[in-house]
């Protein structure tokens, strides 16, 4: 009679254990938010470095020798975080540095002084654009990593991700709104991001102090403290064989580079619709929709694949594109209310797209059989940033070829406002349409993952789990 007694307390236990906190989760989501603040001023970055005498070409340049760059550090910091092993948790530690290296990089970036010559401003924008990448993978890999580490339970995995996408959707509206209506009354760009870098970073503390890596401490008590170490080898071989962590963040590289308008918020703004500020009411307009689309996506999750939902998103997205494109932007109230509707699918996909890289990392263990949660993690980051930097090369690329003039409140050549919009649809519809061809070619499902994550933790034996799967991996 007392062996049931001691495996129910035994598991009452563990149920406990594992249980993610709400305080957890809202400093989780907390998090988001400052980091996002962050990254959405760099959304900007391409307007302010021709603000201050930096033609479009030469921006064009800074970001893909950065890129460069990044395109070193993110595999390195990945394969860092796999091999070094703190007391005190695998990501927490990295998390915690983040909190200054992020707002003093974000910082160095926008004080760049208008009088200094040209080659100097290169200089600046290039170092510090280059350290700004370095903070940001810091914080990045970390942030999405943790999940791994908080809980072995998908659903609170899914929780946690959508918490996280919520505060960033809220992170990205409100510093579109935000930036555009206070930069001019601040005084400008670097007394605007100074602000918003201090409250941004103050909104990460709690994440630092609050988070507890359960997993990692279970594998350990497991494991008697042993560490597993990888070679390099291992962890190319990690990255080579999991194919659907490639194709899922490859699909939007061909986009990225034909999404030339994705940067030019402030220009279409400015020369299409009247008026920097007007960029400020549109976001506004998008706040209510695109919180419904996060919402909607949460409860749709609870009942079908979140796979699926995330592709029809595209599709609908899409298809607006096509619409707005027609429409024009002369009719201001005809513009507003399409870009209204897209905060459905906005919503929708930011709440999804980072829910699958824990899947791709189950699938990663399940086919290698190794733990590789930073190499995972960091090609995630990877990935988003080098999408981010081709977007940015293109776009700047392509408003040389229409004809741009730097300067802020330069004059532009008549015709201008016609070439932006036009670019900025065309590359948006025909970006959508090839991203939507090479997703898919991705074939996770949520079914599946589960039983591969049950495998993995050793729940259940491979024979088990492929007999209860749906498709063949």
Known sequence: ???????????????????????EKFSYGMYFMGQNVFYGLIGYMTTYFTDVGIT??????????????????????????DKVHFKK??????????????????ILLFVIPTGIPLVAKLIWATLAYMLWDTAYTLCDVPIFGIVTTMTLDQKERVSLNSIGRIFAIFAGIVTGILLPLVRQSLGGWATTVIVLSILSAAMMIPMCLFAKERVIEREKARDGGAEENYTLRDMVECLRSNKYLLIFFAAPLISSLLNVGATWGLYIARYCLGGEEIASFVSMAVIVPTLIGAAIAVQLCKKYDKFKIFYFSYMFALILGIVRYIAGYENMMVYVILNALGGFPLGIAAILQYQFTPDCYEYGQYKTGLKMRGVTFAAQTFFTKLNGAIATAASVFALTLIGFKEGEGVI???????????FSCLGSIIGGICTLLILHLYKLNDHDVQLMSKCNNGEITREEAEAQMINRY
């Open 89 to 106: 948790g695998k990501f927490l530690p990295w998390l915690r540095m983040s909190v200054i290296a992020i707002p003093v990089s974000t």
């Open 412 to 422: 532009q050549a008549a015709g201008f406002a016609d070439k932006l919009w036009t």
């Open 1 to 23: 009679m007392e062996r049931p007694i001691f495996q129910h307390t035994e598991r009452k236990d563990n149920i406990m254990e594992n249980a993610v906190t709400k305080k």
């Open 56 to 81: 479009a070409a030469w921006v064009a340049v800074v970001a893909l020798i950065t890129k460069v760059w990044d395109a070193i550090n993110d595999p390195i910091f990945g394969m860092i975080m």
